[in-house]
């Protein structure tokens, strides 16, 4: 898959708030996560907040995103109950799969 077929089918997993297991099938051996309130240095430690904490009630509308042959990046409105902020995520891509994703928002909506 290309990086944003990649960044889309992450998307599309996360944001069903079901399977989140089938996000393994994406991520590579030395996965890692960073954003404003978490980090995560292996896809098993990520995916097992997700399930800990699952992405229920979120939803998202992309404005624009961007591809090159090693990296994608969404821009997206989030939103959830009581919440609702503009975040950008970049996704670092080795061998066809999702290696780093990094994400950037104004915490300041979630106070």
Excluded: H, W
């Excluded at 099938?25 to 240095?41: A, I, R, V």
């Excluded at 919440?83 to 996704?91: C, E, G, I, K, T």
């Excluded at 999702?98 to 994400?103: A, E, K, N, Q, V």
């Amino acid at each position: 898959m290309r990086p944003l077929e990649l960044a889309n089918k992450y998307m599309e997993i996360f944001y069903s708030g079901n399977q989140i297991d089938d996000l393994r099938q994406l991520f590579s051996n030395d996965f890692s996560f960073k954003g404003p309130f978490y980090e995560f240095d292996t896809a098993e430690a990520y995916i097992e907040s997700l399930k800990a904490e699952p992405p229920a009630g979120f939803e998202y509308s992309i404005y624009q995103s961007y591809e090159n042959e090693s990296s994608a990046c969404l821009i997206y409105q989030f939103s959830k109950p009581g919440v609702s902020v503009l975040m950008a995520q970049q996704f670092e891509i080795k061998n066809g799969r999702i290696s780093r994703i990094f994400l950037i928002f104004d915490t300041a909506a979630f106070a």
